[in-house]
């Protein structure tokens, strides 16, 4: 819960900087950052459970920061953000069936 206070002082003081005028935010601006957030939380559960398919969603987590924040000098469109979500759980799918053990150690014993 401490999180998402902090999240939402974090959003307001945005807010507050945009009013000035010394930074720009608009909507599609805290929506990158929840999911960005939401996309970098669910990649680190899923290595945490040892399953690699979570490197998917920190790889989209990390596009989606640096869109937000044009670190580039480049803005992402929607087209080419959602082919970048595709393709970044392709990438973990990919690297999960690659490094993943084929057969288990107990799976004769079944037999």
């Known amino acids: ?13 945005f807010l507050f900087l945009s009013i000035i005028g010394l930074f720009s935010i ?3 601006f805290v929506v990158e ?14 290595i945490v459970k040892r399953n690699l398919i979570g490197i998917g969603g ?10 937000t924040f044009e670190l580039f000098g480049y803005r992402f469109s929607l087209n080419q ?11 973990g799918i990919g690297i999960h069936i690659l490094l993943r053990k084929t057969i288990s150690p107990r799976f004769w014993e079944k037999w």
């Open 1 to 13: 819960m401490r999180a998402f206070a902090i999240f939402l002082v974090i959003v307001g003081l």
């Open 26 to 28: 608009n909507f599609r």
């Open 81 to 91: 953000t959602f082919v970048a979500l595709v393709a970044s759980y392709l990438i």
């Open 58 to 67: 920190l790889i989209f987590s990390a596009f989606l920061f640096t869109s």
């Open 33 to 46: 950052i929840i999911f960005a957030i939401f996309f970098a939380i669910e990649g680190i559960r899923e």
